[in-house]
């Protein structure tokens, strides 16, 4: 990586032309927690500002050596934003040479958001979901809830069916809509929150993340065997649900442990491992077919570096992107 003059700057069409497969993006984001296993990366819990009720704007630096991969995002989800036509999630992504420090990249960071959100699910799934799976149940059609199919899709590969369900009417029948062309799976509008857990093998929760949530799925809801992954904190999931599962994960304890200082996370288990430890086997993952697990995924700035990097590299080779003086 240069170390001095201008810097690149991607926007998300930039990104987008680059057509990335999630593939790729899963395979870096297993990576880099291969690379959190063995004590090789830095990735400090994200200080926030939370400007409006349930707002947040939150610094994920973080720091990968084997990928050269060093910077910060700066991001922000404003749950109001979609009624005024804004999407949830906005913010910028910031790579720095690692032996300089100097900026290097500037991008646009809601395509890496959304992409290695889904991947981390997806690595997730690997090792804690039946092999078996076929059933998915999404709850929030967004740019997650398209993500986590795109990424559940190439690891589990016996998806027949997504029972998809979202606040908004107009939100869900697009979803329904666009996925079915795009994957060509059984998608299936589901009318409540309840229809869309009961009887699935994966249930992913893609909502705003609320600090005083109002939850709804029950225990009963969720089947034996079933793997669950929160990507909106415990807002969709009551606390006599989530102590219910077999095995709770988690990303990263201390983040976890952080947030809980903040106020979030009221009454959750105890965390068996974090997803690292089971994709390195330190710890195990799914034992057998009847263990209910959940992972609550917070989001880690390892996983938007490493597939910053990888667009970066790719920008780079495919002559992409606009030229900053600093």
Known sequence: MSSMGDVLYLSRVDIERLSISMKDVIRVVEEAFLEKAAGRTEVPPKPGIHPEKDAFIHAMP??????????????????????????????????????????????????????????????????????????????????????????????????????????????????????????GLKIVPASSPRKAVENCDIVVTAGPILKHPKPVIEASWFKKGGFTCPLDFDSYWKPEAMHSMDKFCTDDVEQLRYYQRQGYFSDIPEAYAELCEIVSGKRFGRENSSERIMSMHLGLAIEDMATATLVYEKAKKSKVGTKLPL
Request: glycine letters at 8%; a positive charge.
């Open 62 to 183: 973080a720091y990968i050596p084997k990928m050269k991969s060093t910077g910060v995002k700066w991001v922000s989800g404003f749950p109001d934003n979609p009624k005024h036509s804004l999407p949830y999630i906005s913010g910028i992504l910031i790579l720095n040479d690692s032996k300089t420090g100097f900026p290097i990249c500037i991008m646009d960071c809601t395509w890496v958001t959304a992409k290695r959100t889904g991947a981390a699910t997806a690595v997730a799934a690997k090792h804690l979901a039946r092999e078996d799976s076929k059933v998915l149940g999404i709850l929030g059609c967004g740019a997650q809830g398209r993500s986590n199919l795109e990424a559940l899709s190439v690891t589990c590969k016996g998806l027949e069916e997504v029972k998809a369900y979202d606040v908004s009417e107009e939100n869900l029948q697009k979803y329904v809509e666009e996925m079915t062309a795009r994957h």
